[in-house]
């Protein structure tokens, strides 16, 4: 396959695309009193401002990345792109609860367009070490996006108002997109194109759907109550007959044998753990800061910026040296640092043991992030990478789904304000799954994933 000479140009518009996304779910966080106050929304409606979109985004991620297999990524990506952005600008025009979920819900369909495509193209412009750097740079941007959003949260909402957390993506996204139609190689034609598996992809669809449902509304309802439970079961059948539907049809949307290949597995493992260990530190960071030291929205975005400058450098470090170290050094020095970043603020209280402590968390989670794609993708062959980027994709969606519900349950005392305990106790859970992770990752991921590997560790998978 020929170098693209604009590939380093295409990354950086991918990844800006990418950053808004990530943006997109802690940008809206701090924005949520402010919101609230001014649409007279209930704490259930607020609940689903930030719900509906991870929803949407993670149920629909697979369709996604089976769309840019099947129609081409360059094509779907700059759809998706183009979806979200009108769809921002709806969000910010919401007058109302009705009018502003229905924004979130149409930016969650574009995030899971756009998402894989992105990650999907970017396996296909780079090759080899760039592959692993690229990797690197594509997972900073999107760790560091998440503590951004908490920034330019603050930053909107103390400024011009709630509704420019909406409206920031319209220019941006307009603009992308018209670089990326310049710059994106043309999609390869696909002979004897297949019909997209409708009847899978609504299955797959409803089951990611259902999972994520139950784990958003876990921290509420609780764990063992009827709705999780029921959720959590709907979710499991709706996954066994999309199994036994893709062993039937002649254009399946996946072969469930991708999921049996260890590099994805690890991958998703990874990927796994180390978004919710992200999205349960700022949730708990955000808590802490506000309701427990008083902090406001712009001051407490501020304390999170070295918190997205050490994710970016984390990533930036980790692409570097996974082709030279391995996917499994990097993994287990990940998850350690973590581990160690974490236990800071379970071990002592204030905002500055906080803040340190996250930032080391997050060099950590953002190398983690580059050994789990660069583990999952590396040699993805091109007619299913869309598919492997879309499933990387919706275990990050799950990753940030469990993350919250875990967290808001142990810590439920404390983010109500009546105590500092449960923050404790929380950051004291973390530490422990990120420990846990990586004496568990020096166990399944492999040393590498490169194309020295002999073939009968990594089954063929034929996609028709």
Do not use: C
Request: glycine content about 12%; charged content about 10%; cysteine-free.
């Amino acid at each position: 396959m020929s170098v693209d000479p604009r590939r380093w140009r295409s990354l950086a518009l991918l990844g800006t695309a990418q950053f808004m996304l990530v943006l997109d779910v802690t940008v809206v966080a701090i924005a949520l009193p402010r919101m609230g106050e001014d649409l007279d929304l209930s704490r259930g409606t607020l609940t689903w401002v930030v719900s509906a979109y991870t929803l949407m985004f993670g149920g629909l991620m697979l369709l996604g990345g089976r769309s840019a297999d099947l129609f081409g990524a360059r094509r779907l990506v700059l759809t998706g792109l183009l979806v979200f952005t009108a769809a921002s600008l709806v969000t910010g025009l919401a007058g109302s609860a009705s009018m502003l979920l229905a924004g979130r819900v149409a930016q969650g369909i574009g995030a899971a367009m756009l998402s894989p495509a992105a990650l999907s193209m970017v396996t296909r412009l780079f090759q080899g070490p760039e592959l692993n750097k690229a990797l690197g740079v594509w997972s900073g941007l999107g760790g560091g996006g998440a503590a951004i959003g908490v920034l330019l949260g603050g930053l909107l909402t103390a400024g011009p108002g709630w509704q420019w957390v909406f409206y920031v993506n319209v220019p941006i996204g307009l603009l992308v997109a018209a670089a990326l139609s310049r710059s994106l190689p043309a999609d390869v034609p696909v002979r004897d194109r297949p019909r997209l598996d409708v009847p899978g992809a609504l299955l797959v669809t409803a089951g990611t759907g259902s999972a994520i449902w139950a784990l958003i509304n876990a921290g509420d309802r609780g764990w063992d109550s009827a709705g999780t439970l029921g959720a959590f079961a709907l979710a499991a059948g709706l996954y066994a007959g999309f199994a036994v539907l893709q062993r039937s049809v002649r254009a399946p949307l996946m072969d469930p044998r991708i999921l049996t290949r260890r590099p994805v597995v690890a991958g998703t493992f990874m990927i796994l753990v180390a978004t919710a260990l992200m999205i349960s530190v700022f949730f708990l960071g955000s808590f802490y800061l506000q309701h427990l030291r008083g902090y406001g929205a712009l001051h407490t975005g501020l304390l999170f910026l070295p918190v997205a400058v050490a994710t970016i450098v984390g990533a930036h470090t980790a692409g570097q040296l996974v082709g030279h170290l391995g996917q499994r050094a990097v993994a287990v020095a990940g998850l350690a640092v973590a581990g160690v970043g974490t236990a800071v603020p379970a071990l002592w209280t204030g905002a500055a043991a906080l803040v340190a402590g996250i930032s080391v968390a997050g060099a950590g989670v953002g190398a983690t992030f580059v050994a789990a794609s660069t583990t999952a993708l590396a040699r993805a062959e091109p007619h299913e990478a869309g598919v492997a980027s879309g499933i990387l994709s919706t275990f990050h969606e799950f990753g940030a789904s469990i993350g919250v519900a875990v967290v808001s349950s142990i810590a439920a005392a404390s983010i109500a304000g009546t105590t500092g305990a449960g923050f404790t106790d929380a950051f004291t859970f973390a530490a422990i799954t990120a420990a846990a992770a990586a004496i568990l990752s020096a166990v399944i991921v492999p040393a590498r994933t490169t194309s020295d590997e002999p073939d009968h560790d990594r089954p063929r998978v034929a996609m028709h």
